[in-house]
């Protein structure tokens, strides 16, 4: 690779120390929660095209950017996707899952019913690139996609908890019909829906407890 190639990194640099930049944003995100009920009040496009624009500043194998975030609004097409993933859900919950997997999730107060899908202002349906489609691209090989997808929707879902947003990871399964609902191509894969939007007045969420540092952190060995 040429030395034209590169150029001056620019860091970020806090206003404050690493140590309390680092702190305060553990205390923002140690807010975030799954929400299932959402409000109706609207959210913009622009706020839906910079939280995308940022999980889309994540890195990725050999900068591929394998991802696709397509956001819906459309009310018809939310429709048309809740009765196909509530399709896919019944079929989950009374005959693809075993009696563990649905004891863990009545504990979450989880079931085949999604009215979140039509309530929820944007419905954001990210996709996984299976070849890169970039005209520009040395190659159409892809490399680390599902990491590379993986750390894109954990910046996505900090941004739109720092605009003030909710979200949930909605992971219907099997997905296949959001490709063919939202006709993309082939080389698309549906990896994650993610509804955005304010949470509803008297929104609640489960008592749920995060592991403590010391449960999730090592140093050295």
Not at 28 to 46: A, G, M, N, Q, Y
Not at 189 to 217: N, S
Request: glycine share 4%.
């Amino acid at each position: 690779m040429s030395r034209s190639r590169f150029i001056a990194y620019k860091p970020y640099e806090p206003d404050t120390s690493s140590e309390e930049a680092a702190r305060r944003f553990y205390e923002i995100l140690s807010l975030r929660r799954s929400v299932r009920t959402f409000s109706d009040r609207p959210v913009s496009r622009e706020t839906i095209e910079n939280i995308i624009a940022a999980a889309g500043t994540a890195p990725s194998g050999a900068n591929k950017q394998p991802w696709r975030f397509v956001a819906v609004q459309d009310p018809a097409l939310k429709r048309e996707i809740r009765v196909a993933a509530e399709a896919e859900e019944r079929e989950f919950y009374y005959r693809r899952a075993n009696e563990a997997w649905l004891r863990d999730l009545r504990a979450i107060g989880t079931d085949e019913d999604k009215p979140f899908l039509e309530a929820a202002p944007w419905l954001i349906v990210v996709f996984k690139l299976m070849r890169d489609d970039s005209p520009d691209s040395g190659s159409d090989q892809v490399y680390y996609v599902n990491e590379s997808v993986g750390i894109a929707v954990g910046m996505l879902l900090a941004a739109a908890h720092l605009a003030g947003l909710a979200t949930l990871t909605h992971t219907p399964s099997p997905m296949k019909f959001l490709a063919r609902t939202l006709k993309r191509p082939a080389y698309e894969r549906p990896y994650l829906l993610i509804p955005v939007g304010y949470p509803a007045a008297g929104c609640v969420v489960p008592d749920l407890q995060r592991k403590p540092l010391e449960e999730i952190m090592v140093v050295d060995r």
